[in-house]
């Protein structure tokens, strides 16, 4: 059981937008601004696409944006497109001893 | 440009031991938090430990701690991982990852992964 909760699965279809939620405690994600968000293609490594809750790198579209309510954190991708079916995954710094969380995952599938 | 290449992917049996790799390149690797990742085969991602290769401070996830040993060797760039004793438990794909902020902040650059297969 993954320390923090996502739901295992969204779909929306090309142009909508979809949220993925992310589900911790005060002793992580809503104890701290350190989450992060990956995308993950099949075969491939993640990709890093917000950080500290609500940050884009550099070449991030910016229709993928963060955000974060209590102990849950949010992952918004609006204008989705064929591309951006993937996994997503939620991370955050906790402050027990092991130092850095994942959620279990979420697939997202573009109809 | 920034680049993290690991080792090529491994087939060991149980109890053999292994040491997989991730060289740095295009970037002060001296200064940048690497942590290592297990993703085991249709699961997901799984912290296992940072190494800060400036001062090689390390640090674990209490579920791999005693498991595997992270170290890296400045004068090539390169981290490590490590097994003394194999499990099949341990076939997974092992991704290393850097941060330009705190390990805290969010993993910049990915290594293309090693896949390690443990089987009789």
């Known amino acids: 059981q993954s320390a923090l909760t996502q739901p295992a699965s969204v779909s929306g279809s090309p142009g909508q937008s979809i949220t993925i939620s992310c589900t911790g405690t005060s002793s992580d994600v809503g104890g701290y601004n350190y989450v992060s968000w990956y995308q993950q293609h099949p075969g491939k490594a993640p990709k890093l696409m917000i950080y500290e809750v609500s940050n884009r790198p550099s070449g991030v579209p910016d229709r993928f944006s963060g955000s974060k309510s209590g102990n849950t954190a949010s992952l918004t991708i609006s204008g989705l497109q064929a591309e951006d079916e993937a996994d997503y995954y939620c991370s955050s710094y906790t402050s027990s001893s092991t130092l850095v969380v994942f959620g279990g995952g979420t697939k997202l599938t573009v109809l | 440009e920034v680049q993290l290449v690991q080792s090529g992917a491994e087939v060991k049996k149980p109890g053999e031991s292994l040491k997989i790799s991730c060289k740095g390149s295009g970037y002060s690797f001296t200064s940048y938090w690497i942590g290592w990742v297990r993703q085991m085969p249709g699961k997901g991602l799984e912290w296992m430990g940072i190494i800060y290769p400036g001062d090689s401070d390390t640090r674990y996830s209490p579920s791999f701690q005693g498991q595997v040993t992270i170290s890296a060797d400045k004068s090539i760039s390169t981290a490590y991982l490590q097994w003394s004793s194999l499990k099949a438990s341990d076939t997974a794909m092992y991704y290393c990852?850097?941060?330009?902020?705190?390990?805290?902040?969010?993993?910049?650059?990915w290594g293309q992964g090693t896949l390690v297969t443990v089987s009789s």
């Open positions: 990852a850097i941060t330009e902020r705190a390990y805290s902040s969010g993993w910049d650059y």
